[in-house]
């Protein structure tokens, strides 16, 4: 609750946590996924950690991180405007969340362990 809240006061698209009883289309669990379309639809693209940005191939509609909350290590995924994390955050999503809508023109991931 207090990531959606942080989000939503510094402008960027919420993150709610993902019914870990619904499977993410072509997303495995362990993972930092992407899609084409929103509501998880579309082309998926899985990001993988680093410190480095990944632009993705096609502009990103949902996106979802399939680690566990609460458990392992804290992984989060920051989700940018622009390519190779130019731009505008729009989505910061941790451990177990997911953002089934993000605003047109989403087009890079940053993972950060």
């Not at 006061?9 to 619904?22: K, T």
């Not at 950690?49 to 680690?67: D, E, F, I, M, R």
């Not at 804290?74 to 605003?103: D, E, I, K």
């Amino acid at each position: 609750m207090f990531v959606a809240t942080a989000a939503a006061v510094a402008g960027l698209v919420p993150a709610a946590q993902a019914d870990s009883a619904a499977p993410l289309p072509g997303c495995p669990a362990n993972s930092v996924c992407g899609w084409s379309g929103p509501n998880f639809t579309g082309a998926v693209t899985i990001f993988r950690g680093g410190t480095t940005c990944t632009a993705s191939t096609l502009p990103l509609g949902s996106v979802a991180n399939t680690y566990p909350a609460g458990t392992g290590v804290p992984v989060t995924a920051f989700v940018y405007s622009g390519a190779f994390c130019a731009g505008t955050p729009v989505a910061v999503v941790g451990r177990g969340q997911a953002v089934p809508s993000l605003p047109s023109g989403a087009r890079s991931v940053k993972i950060v362990v």
